[in-house]
């Protein structure tokens, strides 16, 4: 009986730990390496900018497979987020776990183990992660984007505007329209975030500065 006392205390323990590797690797899912994979069978890390994400399956596959790509990105940085919060279920240091499993999640994506950690932008990942963790600050940042991209036809740099300030909206929503007792994890999760996406763009900031980049 004691025993399985200790066992089940110690799953318990190891229970985040898991929660942040799962996150990981439903993150790490490469959908849009798949998709051109069995489309056109090409590799789509040696096209274009070598990402994985939506803008660049949809240069080298077409527009659907954009699409399949943006939709299946976003909607497994939701599966990951709410898996971690229906696991956790609101346990010691829930919300400081959920974040990190927030951030490995976009982890998986820009990294993914499958592909020798060459991934995508996490772009609509970081959709799908946002989503479930401040959705009005996703929506001010998703409009900021669109009025960057129209203005300037660069997604890149629509996207690294964006990313920059979801920090800046995440505190916004607390203010004024959802308070959080402790907004510290989310934070940490969109401060990390943001530096991610923007790292995974700094080939596109180099082209942006050189004036290479392609436009839309």
Same mark, same amino acid.
């Given at each position: 009986m004691l025993?399985? @006392? $200790?066992? @089940?205390?110690?799953?318990?323990?190891?229970?985040? *730990? *898991?929660?942040i590797i @799962? #996150? $990981? *690797?439903i993150g790490s899912i490469p959908f849009g390496y798949l998709i051109v994979r069995y489309k056109i069978g090409d590799d789509i890390r040696e096209t274009g900018s070598g990402g994985t994400g939506a803008t660049n399956v949809s240069r080298r +596959? =077409?527009?659907v497979a954009g699409?399949?790509? &943006? @939709?299946l990105d976003a909607l497994k940085g939701s599966v990951a987020v709410l898996f971690a919060r229906v696991l956790l279920n609101d346990g010691p240091g829930a919300d400081w776990f959920v974040a990190a499993a927030a951030i490995a999640t976009l982890l998986g994506h820009i990294f993914p183990v499958w592909l020798r950690f060459r991934g995508g932008k996490g772009v609509a990942?970081?959709?799908g992660v946002f989503v479930i963790l401040a959705p009005v600050a996703l929506l001010? +940042? =998703?409009?900021l984007f669109v009025a960057v991209v129209s203005l300037t036809? $660069?997604? %890149?740099?629509? %996207?690294? %505007?964006? +990313? #920059?300030?979801?920090? *800046?909206f995440v505190w916004l929503q607390s203010v004024f329209v959802e308070p959080v007792a402790d907004l510290r994890p989310l934070l940490v999760? #969109?401060?990390?975030? #943001? &530096?991610?996406i923007i790292f995974a763009h700094r080939g596109n900031i180099g082209r942006l500065a050189r004036g290479t980049e392609a436009r839309i």
């Amino acid at each position: 009986m004691l025993d399985r @006392i $200790y066992k @089940i205390f110690r799953i318990y323990r190891m229970r985040p *730990l *898991l929660v942040i590797i @799962i #996150a $990981y *690797l439903i993150g790490s899912i490469p959908f849009g390496y798949l998709i051109v994979r069995y489309k056109i069978g090409d590799d789509i890390r040696e096209t274009g900018s070598g990402g994985t994400g939506a803008t660049n399956v949809s240069r080298r +596959a =077409g527009k659907v497979a954009g699409v399949f790509t &943006l @939709i299946l990105d976003a909607l497994k940085g939701s599966v990951a987020v709410l898996f971690a919060r229906v696991l956790l279920n609101d346990g010691p240091g829930a919300d400081w776990f959920v974040a990190a499993a927030a951030i490995a999640t976009l982890l998986g994506h820009i990294f993914p183990v499958w592909l020798r950690f060459r991934g995508g932008k996490g772009v609509a990942t970081g959709v799908g992660v946002f989503v479930i963790l401040a959705p009005v600050a996703l929506l001010c +940042a =998703g409009v900021l984007f669109v009025a960057v991209v129209s203005l300037t036809r $660069y997604v %890149s740099l629509g %996207s690294i %505007s964006a +990313a #920059a300030t979801i920090p *800046l909206f995440v505190w916004l929503q607390s203010v004024f329209v959802e308070p959080v007792a402790d907004l510290r994890p989310l934070l940490v999760a #969109a401060i990390g975030g #943001a &530096l991610l996406i923007i790292f995974a763009h700094r080939g596109n900031i180099g082209r942006l500065a050189r004036g290479t980049e392609a436009r839309i």
